[in-house]
């Protein structure tokens, strides 16, 4: 049992400095081959150890007394941009392959009491524009990697849990892209990466009886500080006079809240989770504009004691909004004047969030399934396809002064494997 503890936990270390294009703004619709077979509904639905972070109340799913869940998710978001050419110079994003780790334990006490242990990559994004040749994309690389140690501890009576999960959460911010200065001198922006750990909680309840399944979760905001990324890259447009010069450097994994339900019928189960993910107020995203986001998350399994298939649908709108961008007449007429570009704030946050943190795809299908392949172990299986998304927003004017739309197109294909062993 040691043994295999030490062995998970450095894969997972080994594993965990990698992005990943996430679905929900930038957190993964689920984390685990059976809650991502069912486009992420975890709140109200127990999927053994893997539930630690979705809802640590459900751990007392478990069907042995220790459970031990391994795999990753091979991630392949597509993203491209037109860099404000109206649709003639794609450039293609390389950032198009990441593997994603999750290790997943989880023990039976006693008839009362669980706990476990894990390790999770839970969001990130970013863009990788370097060979473009497209001048629109400032040649713009950006990579946000989280990853998540935690240990849930659940109480359960009577059909009733409540449970915690203390986080610890790593971070790993890197921003740089090519632009000009005030004297139209090539300039290359860029602090190398930035690195951070700050502590959490996930809380979670849940009722169960005769199939019926209800649940509730609380992620606490986790703050964290990137030394010199969001200051750095915003310092050329300081000068213009577009973002203000106390840029901070803090990018919160944002607050989440939320309730879920299931009922099993024999072999079929079906479940619905609603949550909402609290952007607009998280440190980051509050200034680049982001509005929060409802998910709805529809699932449905059929298990028979060998296998099982599983079917989802998640949805959730696009959190980059526009930034309150104006046309060049606007900001003139607003300026009084010739001077525009203390007025064009908004579109200098369009540029950025549609360059760099493209998080714009909103409907989610997924299909899943397990194998049994002893009465201990199990491979689990999830497929997810994100439908392609274009997205148009009025970005920084060109040299000459002129409007420039810059639109991004984004799709993703995600593959996640998973060995369980129950014993």
């Known amino acids: 049992m040691k043994k295999t503890i030490k062995l998970a936990v450095v894969a997972a270390l080994a594993l965990g400095a990698t992005s990943a294009f996430a679905t929900n703004g930038s957190t993964l619709i689920g984390l685990g081959a059976k809650s991502r077979g069912m486009a992420g509904t975890a709140i109200g639905i127990g999927h053994g150890a893997e539930s630690a972070l ?13 459970e031990i869940s391994f795999g990753g998710t091979l991630f392949m978001p597509n993203v491209k941009t037109d860099g404000g050419s109206n649709g003639t110079n794609w450039a293609e994003s390389d950032a ?15 008839d009362n009491f669980y706990w476990g242990i894990g390790m999770w990559g839970t969001a990130g994004m970013g863009v990788d524009y370097r060979d473009s040749t497209n001048p629109g994309t400032m040649n713009m690389v950006t990579n946000l990697q989280i990853m998540q140690f935690g240990v849930p501890l659940a109480y359960t009576t009577a059909g009733f849990t409540v449970a915690i999960a203390p986080i610890l959460q790593y971070g790993a911010l890197d921003i740089n892209y090519n632009t000009v200065d005030t004297s139209n001198n090539p300039l290359e922006v860029g602090e190398g990466v930035a690195q951070d750990l700050a ?9 169960q009886m005769e199939g019926l399944t209800i649940g509730a979760v609380y992620k606490a905001e986790i703050e ?13 447009f300081v000068n213009f006079g577009i973002f203000p010069a106390a840029m901070k450097d803090k990018l919160s994994t944002p607050a989440e809240m ?9 072999e079929h189960t079906v479940a619905i989770d609603y949550k909402q993910i609290k952007w607009s107020t998280a440190s980051g995203y509050e200034d680049f504009g982001w509005d929060d986001q409802n998910v709805i998350a529809l699932g449905y399994e059929y298990s028979t004691k060998g296998w099982a298939v599983r079917l989802g649908y998640n949805y959730a709108s696009n959190p980059i909004k526009d930034a309150g961008a104006m046309t060049v007449a606007q900001a003139g007429a607003a300026a009084g004047g010739p001077a525009i570009y203390p007025y064009l704030g908004g579109n200098a946050l369009n540029t950025f969030n549609l360059l760099g943190f ?24 999830a497929y997810t396809y994100a439908p392609e998304t274009e997205t148009t927003l009025l970005t920084m004017p060109s040299a000459t002064g002129q409007d420039v739309k810059t639109t991004v197109k984004h799709s993703q294909t995600a593959l996640t494997v998973q060995l369980t062993y129950a014993f």
């Open 224 to 236: 964290m500080d990137y030394k010199g990324q969001l200051s750095s890259a915003t310092q050329p």
């Open 199 to 207: 502590f959490g909680y996930t809380l979670g309840l849940s009722y």
């Open 96 to 110: 198009n392959m990441n593997m994603i780790p999750e290790v997943s334990l989880a023990t039976k006490v006693n």
């Open 258 to 266: 939320g309730v879920g339900v299931s009922y099993a019928m024999g």
């Open 54 to 66: 979705a809802n640590p109340a459900l751990i007392t799913t478990i069907k042995k007394d220790h």
């Open 358 to 381: 493209p998080a714009t795809t909103e409907s989610h299908i997924a299909v899943g399934g397990s194998y049994n392949v002893s009465d201990t172990t199990s491979v689990d299986l």
